[in-house]
């Protein structure tokens, strides 16, 4: 198996691992943030508003189908929570 290969873009640290092993290709954005009372429903809304439409591909079926036509590509998203916060 490959190595893992870690460099900068901007503030975000990337992690790569190539491997000729598999065709298909996947990229995990993940985003770590203090849980807090203000921001947790923002959040829990912002994937869902993300995975709901464009200009280009104004509803999720438009999204879907256009990614369908790139061989198959799909788009996901989820917002979890790591450990119970007793802050609240």
């Known amino acids: 198996m490959a190595e ?3 460099f900068q873009i901007g503030s975000m640290n990337v992690h790569f691992q190539p491997s000729k092993k598999y065709k298909t290709t996947t ?3 993940q985003i ?5 009372k ?3 429903a923002s959040r829990a809304l ?4 993300l ?4 200009n280009n591909f104004p509803s999720r079926r438009a999204i879907r ?3 369908d036509s790139l061989y198959g590509a799909s788009f996901g998203g ?5 450990k119970v916060s007793s802050t609240f």
């Open 65 to 67: 189908k256009h990614l």
């Open 4 to 6: 893992v290969e870690t």
């Open 78 to 82: 989820d917002v979890s929570k790591k």
């Open 38 to 40: 203000g921001s947790a």
């Open 27 to 29: 990229f995990v954005l």
């Open 46 to 49: 912002l994937m869902q508003v």
């Open 32 to 36: 770590k943030a203090p849980l807090a």
């Open 51 to 54: 995975q709901a439409g464009t």
